[in-house]
């Protein structure tokens, strides 16, 4: 028998969800539904996009953002469906595709 | 007693399951099998259903199993199995089951051949533990003793090295996470025993 991951990607798909179009160095705005007991409440995490990584349903994203003077970077499952919306904030043409050289910029909305 | 079917492993992957977590899944291919003979307890002493899987060329198979299928009236099949069921009735030759038996969020156990590991040592075989590999030790994997001294012989079942894997081995309680009636698909949370393509028999758990 042949194409049995054919099979499982064809599967996957239907996991995938549809977002706008990002790219790392971009800043974006993810809404992450966060349930405290009972009550759901949407949770936004605003920040650079620092990778990209993995494919398919696996595909990861790690954003970073100053919270009280102090570096934070999530790493966040792009197709969870725990997620509600992405929104893009500002783009920026970056280079490199794992900007690492944000880290050292503290003001990040203000980089070119 | 339960409903089984047969199908093949297509491989592992990523799930995200009711409650937004992303969980290790098993995707498994069930091709249809199709009831080849129901037994009841009055005339075989006990209820199940003879289910054939896959195909083959009927020149391959020996003449009572042609004549077997022929009986049935269905198309030769690969395999044959049965799966004891408590209510035989409701099941009549010729019928195929498919994936749809199976529903999101039941449990299934899931049988298959575990993937051979040859002749292997006590660390691979039965998890003994490794000796020091520095302070002067020079065997590393070596079983350790027999036994204990002063008995003059090894105690039967100790455990040696010698082949380990390819046994039949059972999986139970495994989430259906997704059931996709159209390509045949199940899709089950953990791991399943057996290479991928291998041949499994996914059972309905028993309540």
Known sequence: MTGMDDLIRALEEEQLRQWPEFKPGDIIRIYERVSEGARERLQPFEGVVLKLSGSGTRQMVTIRRIAAGVGVERTIPLHSPKLEKIEVIKRHRIRQARPYWLRRITRLHKIQ | ?207
């Open chain 2, 1 to 207: 007693m339960a409903l089984t079917l047969m199908g093949r492993k297509v491989g592992m992957t990523q799930w995200f399951d009711g409650e937004g977590r992303a969980v290790a899944a098993t995707v498994l291919l069930v091709e249809p099998s199709v009831v080849v003979q129901v037994k009841r307890p009055e005339r075989d002493g006990y209820g199940a259903v003879q289910l054939g899987w896959g195909t083959i060329r009927p020149k391959l198979l020996s003449k009572p199993l042609r004549g077997h299928f022929a009986r049935a009236g269905v198309e030769p099949r690969r395999r044959l199995y049965e799966a004891r069921v408590s209510d035989p009735d409701s099941y009549e030759v010729g019928q195929t089951l498919g994936v749809e038996v199976f529903s999101e969020g039941e449990l299934v156990d899931v049988t298959g051949t575990s993937k051979g590991k040859g002749f292997t040592g006590t660390i691979k075989r039965w998890g003994f533990s490794y000796r020091p590999k520095s302070h002067g030790h020079k065997l590393i994997r070596r079983p350790g003793t027999a036994g204990p001294m002063g008995l003059r012989k090894v105690m039967k079942g100790k455990k040696m090295p010698g082949h380990a894997g390819a046994q039949t081995v059972t999986v139970r309680n495994l989430k259906v996470l997704k059931v996709d009636g159209e390509r045949g698909l199940l899709v089950v949370q953990g791991s399943v025993p057996g290479p991928r393509k291998g041949i499994v028999k996914i059972r309905k758990h028993d309540a």
